[in-house]
Nanobody, 113 residues
Framework: VQLQASGGGLVRPGGSLKLSCAASGSMWLMGWYRQAPGKQRELVAS???????AYADSVKGRFTISRDNPKYTVYLQMNSLKPEDTAVYFCNARRFPSATPNWGQGTQVTVSS
């Protein structure tokens, strides 16, 4: 399984970014984690193949996860970005519920004025 993430960058507080992650095949669960310097990696959002979603409390109402199943791609629309959203964002996916999770390369998101 290969996961190719893209879309990170530098944005001012209040701005928006959209992350994309393309998988090499069909996945049951796709999601995004993030890791800020000195902190543990944390779940940001996830979405199943039947589009059930879950979000970290810190991003609810600001971030939206979606997926395009025919393209094996998951997106993370990030609005109203805050400096505390600054982190390396990692794509994560599982082929089925008991499968070992797969990780993509990280993409840096920096929110700064």
């Amino acid at each position: 399984v290969q996961l190719q993430a893209s879309g990170g960058g530098l944005v001012r507080p209040g701005g928006s970014l959209k992350l994309s992650c393309a998988a090499s095949g069909s996945m049951w669960l796709m999601g995004w984690y993030r890791q800020a310097p000195g902190k543990q990696r944390e779940l940001v959002a996830s979405i199943t193949s039947s589009t059930n979603t879950a979000y970290a409390d810190s991003v609810k109402g600001r971030f939206t996860i979606s997926r395009d199943n025919p393209k094996y791609t998951v997106y993370l629309q990030m609005n109203s970005l805050k400096p505390e959203d600054t982190a390396v964002y990692f794509c994560n996916a599982r082929r089925f519920p008991s499968a070992t999770p797969n990780w993509g390369q990280g993409t840096q998101v920096t929110v700064s004025s």
